[in-house]
């Protein structure tokens, strides 16, 4: 069974700081990898994605994928109070659709 | 970027009445639609993965007697709770894209509450 873990949080940082998150999956054969940002009672909404090993920067965004550790994480630099929410981290085994985790929640202090 | 509309936002509703919920790709051909169920601080759970002018391929658990999905176009898919209990009082978001291994794209969810 694919699995995707996540710690559920939350992870407290002040304002300014890197925020730092990581997410496990299982299934080595996973091709395409996605973090999603949803605030309490809305809908996610598509961060950042990644296919390749290594670093990839949008903003204050960056993904990170290892695929032989079978790890992804984000990082948020920079982070602001509104970037406090859940982060979700979904992972796609080619034609499947998305295994998603359960989340972490960031809180960004002031 | 691509924009997926869902409707109702919210919807109330009597015990054993049916619901219908609508999701659209407004600008651009969705060959798979998802639709998903999330509880109050649970992660999303796949309910069924619907295909334009096929049926549903539901996720073990759900039922599809109860969970109607129907994907008629390239751009629509709906989702119908039949007699609906308390119990499936949820927060239910539709997604949509283009090509496998695209990016997702989500609705904004439709808040269903049973009394």
């Known amino acids: 069974q694919k699995e995707v873990e996540q710690n559920s949080g939350p992870l407290s940082v002040p304002e300014g700081a890197i925020a730092s998150l990581n997410c496990t999956y299982s299934?080595?054969?996973?091709?395409?990898f996605f973090w999603y940002r949803q605030y309490s009672g809305k809908s996610p909404e598509l961060i950042m994605f990644?296919?390749?090993?290594g670093d990839k920067e949008d903003g204050r965004f960056t993904a990170q994928l290892n695929k032989a550790s079978q790890y992804v994480s984000l990082l948020i630099r920079d982070s602001q109070p509104s970037d406090s929410a859940t982060y979700l981290c979904?992972?796609?085994?080619?034609?499947?659709?998305?295994?998603f985790g359960k989340g972490t929640m960031l809180l960004v202090s002031p | 970027g691509a924009v997926v509309s869902q409707h109702p936002s919210r919807v109330i509703c009597k015990s054993g009445t049916s619901v219908k919920i609508e999701c659209r790709s407004l600008?651009?051909?969705?060959?798979?639609m998802f639709w998903y169920r999330q509880f109050p601080k649970k992660s999303l759970m796949l309910m069924a993965t619907?295909?334009?002018?096929?049926?549903?391929?539901?996720e073990q658990g759900v039922e599809k007697d109860k969970f109607l999905i129907n994907h008629a176009s390239l751009t629509l898919s709906t989702l119908t709770v039949t007699s609906a209990h308390p119990e499936d009082s949820s927060f239910y978001i539709c997604?949509?894209?283009?090509?496998?291994?695209?990016?997702?794209?989500f609705g904004s969810g439709t808040q269903l509450s049973v009394l």
């Open positions: 600008d651009f051909q969705a060959t798979t």
């Open positions: 990644i296919y390749s090993n």
């Open positions: 299934d080595r054969g996973s091709q395409s």
């Open positions: 979904a992972v796609n085994s080619g034609y499947s659709t998305l295994t």
């Open positions: 619907s295909n334009e002018g096929s049926k549903a391929t539901y």
């Open positions: 997604s949509a894209r283009k090509d496998p291994n695209e990016k997702l794209f």
